[in-house]
């Protein structure tokens, strides 16, 4: 596990910003993976669509481990970020980070390379646009 209190959250707004509830915990109260990838698939997937045009579906996700436990009641931030655009594939870059409720301080929980796919109507591959710098 590396040091996580060396890190500096990501500049700018990130792309979802959420409170984890109850319903979102096991019996211990500890946020479940799933829901924490979910909402870093959904990141992602905004940034996607927006790059692309229209619908985009994820097909990977790369290197996802998680440094930090999310508990009920935290503030989970996720900030997404285009890395790389193929002919018709986008690479996102996400990280999660938690704040506790009544804390300043923020702390890095996961993150992960997703590859998504632009699709048109008939649900098969499309071009995107190539990356620009504004972009990244």
């Known amino acids: 596990?590396?040091?996580?209190?060396?890190?500096?959250?990501?500049?700018?707004?990130?792309?979802?910003?959420?409170?984890?509830?109850?319903?979102d915990a096991n019996p211990y109260g500890d946020i479940f993976g799933g829901w924490l990838m979910s909402?870093?698939?959904?990141?992602?997937?905004?940034?996607?669509?927006l790059h692309s045009g229209g619908r985009a579906v994820t097909i990977a996700v790369e290197g996802m481990a998680f440094h930090r436990p999310v508990f009920v009641g935290d503030e989970v931030s996720v900030f997404a970020r285009l890395i790389a655009v193929g002919r018709t594939s986008m690479k996102i870059d996400v990280e999660a980070w938690r704040r506790g409720r009544h804390s300043d301080d923020a702390y890095k929980v996961t993150q992960a390379t997703f590859t998504f796919v632009a699709v048109g109507e008939d649900r098969q591959p499309r071009r995107v646009a190539p990356l620009v710098e504004a972009d990244a």
């Open 1 to 23: 596990m590396s040091n996580h209190h060396d890190e500096i959250m990501p500049q700018g707004a990130p792309a979802i910003r959420v409170t984890a509830m109850p319903a």
């Open 39 to 49: 909402q870093m698939d959904l990141a992602a997937g905004s940034v996607a669509s």
